[in-house]
């Protein structure tokens, strides 16, 4: 009998050119088609949560697939582990209705962008963490923060090149905190614009560098104007962070 398995998936993000396959690139979803279709003995469509960009890492997506198979839905993931590469795991799988789509539930997403501020460049945290040689001021890059919370157009953070149909979007929650000498942008919504999250994050980095003041956040949200915004971060401080579904 079919049934639809809901999959957990932490990834480092570094070799793959983003989560959505694309015949003959490295990609996420088509690492994850082939542990699939052996453990299952057949090919089937992966539906993914969040089609994450190249360099981008995750430690919560989600995505279901449809199955015949008799492994029992709990133990997949420990299957599809063996299967799959050391930048991929499975944290966990189970079943949910045949009809349960991780793209039309309604959720809460969470994004963080990691920015550490050191004298010197580190190579080996170059692929977790934008670099910055200055002290940033986290306290003003997290009051900055606050303004982006609530339903607002956010077309200009929004980077050329979107499919969207409606820039609308709700954000619960964004904060700035500081670990060590990483600064730690934390961001919830319903959902982002393309590159949404990297937008913010290099707006409240130019706050943090006094470049922009956290005042001038509403008029910016408002000014509708991408050149109104910060700069793109780089991919690579971005993490998926995990979903919160509804019911």
Same mark, same amino acid.
């Given at each position: ?5 809901? =999959? ?7 070799? %793959? ?29 992966? !539906? ?35 299967? =799959? ?29 990691? !920015?550490?501020?050191?004298? $010197?460049?580190?190579? $080996? ?10 002290? =940033? ?34 954000? %619960? ?23 949404? $999250?990297? !937008? ?8 943090? =560098? ?32 995990? %979903?919160?579904?509804?019911?």
């Amino acid at each position: 009998m079919k049934k639809r398995i809901r =999959l957990i998936i932490s990834y480092d993000g570094t070799a %793959y050119h983003g989560w959505q396959y694309q015949e003959g690139v490295n990609t996420v979803e088509g690492v994850l088609r082939r542990a699939v279709s052996e453990a299952t003995g057949g090919e089937t469509e992966i !539906i993914g949560a969040s089609r994450t960009d190249a360099g981008v890492h995750a430690l919560g997506n989600v995505a279901v697939f449809d199955t015949n198979s008799p492994i029992p839905p709990d133990k997949m993931f420990m299957v599809l582990n063996k299967l =799959l590469p050391d930048d991929i795991s499975i944290i966990s799988s189970d079943e949910v209705p045949l009809d349960w789509h991780p793209r039309k539930l309604g959720c809460r997403k969470t994004y963080e962008y990691h !920015i550490y501020m050191s004298g $010197v460049r580190i190579p $080996v945290r170059r692929l977790y963490a934008h670099h910055t040689y200055h002290e =940033l001021d986290v306290d003003e890059m997290d009051r900055a923060a606050g303004f982006f919370t609530g339903e607002h157009d956010f077309t200009a953070f929004c980077a050329a090149g979107s499919q969207a149909v409606t820039f609308t979007r709700t954000i %619960y929650a964004c904060s700035v905190r500081r670990a060590g000498d990483e600064v730690i942008i934390s961001v919830t919504g319903s959902g982002f614009l393309y590159n949404m $999250v990297r !937008i913010i994050a290099g707006t409240l980095m130019e706050v943090g =560098l006094g470049r922009k003041k956290a005042d001038d956040i509403p008029a910016i949200i408002d000014s509708l104007e991408r050149r109104n915004a910060g700069p793109t971060l780089p991919p690579e401080g971005l993490f998926l962070i995990g %979903y919160e579904y509804e019911g």
